[in-house]
Nanobody, 124 residues
Framework: QVQLVESGGGLVQAGGSLKLSCAAS????????MAWFRQAPGKEREFVAG????????YYPDSVKGRFTISRDAAKNTVYLQMNSLNPEDTAVYYC?????????????????WGQGTQVTVSS
């Protein structure tokens, strides 16, 4: 099992920045891909960033490309999501996820482990 704990959410004004953290513990060597998703009230869970740990390749959907950056600190077993130029549409609960396969996918059902989520609220 891999345990994931997110932190760093909060309230920020439009145009501001936040950096989320996801600390992994347990059998972390089984995680090959890390990702961030978000879910706003009444909406489906949405992929916002992915990182393949085998080659550090990343992927972002157009909605956040150029604004969000996923990175990791292997020594700390921690993955980050730097979010810049935030707007109210970015308001959601943000989840960290991991999967045992190294192929980076955007479907939530492809991920084996999930954190509890952290709320991000962007005010206008």
């Amino acid at each position: 099992q891999v345990q994931l704990v997110e932190s760093g959410g909060g309230l920020v004004q439009a145009g501001g920045s936040l950096k989320l953290s996801c600390a992994a513990s347990g059998r972390t060597f089984t995680a090959r891909t890390m990702a961030w998703f978000r879910q706003a009230p009444g909406k489906e869970r949405e992929f916002v960033a992915g990182l393949s740990l085998s080659g550090d390749s990343t992927y972002y959907p157009d909605s956040v490309k150029g604004r969000f950056t996923i990175s990791r600190d292997a020594a700390k077993n921690t993955v980050y999501l730097q979010m810049n130029s935030l707007n109210p549409e970015d308001t959601a609960v943000y989840y960290c996820a991991a999967r045992r396969d190294s192929y980076l996918l955007a479907r939530p059902g492809s991920y084996d482990y999930w954190g509890q989520g952290t709320q991000v609220t962007v005010s206008s």
